[in-house]
């Protein structure tokens, strides 16, 4: 059974930090030959793109919002990406995903090229 499982979040006070984690099993391929991305939606809004990796690694895009808080990571020896959120604001707050693309030439930011997905986490922002 193909699962991402997202742990980590929780409640943080305004200015605080979190590390989201994804964990893959079950996948069709290997873990390195998908892209990963982390997504996130809040209450009564869309989904929206906050971060993505290639399969290796070497290239990372941010969402303009997130751009210089957050920081996405992967360790295919484990099947796991990671986020780390660092000074976080009311706005992040959020269920947050993340996402497998079966693709091994760039990463891409609309949810619709993301094959599997995980059930989310909350992550929600004092201020």
């Known amino acids: 059974q193909v699962q991402l499982v997202e742990s980590g979040g929780g409640l943080v006070q305004t200015g605080g930090s979190l590390r989201l984690s994804c964990a893959a099993s079950?996948?069709?391929?290997?873990?390195?030959?998908?892209?990963m991305g982390w997504f996130r939606q809040a209450p009564g809004k869309e989904r929206e793109f906050v971060a993505a990796?290639?399969?290796?690694?070497?290239?990372?895009y941010y969402s303009d919002s997130v751009k210089g808080r957050f920081t996405i990571s992967r360790d295919n020896a484990k099947n796991a990406v990671y986020l780390q959120m660092n000074s976080l604001k009311p706005e992040d707050t959020a269920v947050y995903y993340c996402?497998?693309?079966?693709?091994?030439?760039?990463?891409?930011?609309?949810?619709?090229?993301?094959?599997?997905w995980g059930q989310g986490t909350q992550v929600t922002v004092s201020s």
């Open positions: 990796i290639s399969w290796g690694g070497a290239t990372t």
């Open positions: 079950g996948l069709t391929f290997s873990f390195s030959r998908y892209a």
């Open positions: 996402a497998a693309d079966f693709n091994r030439f760039n990463v891409r930011t609309p949810p619709y090229d993301y094959d599997i």
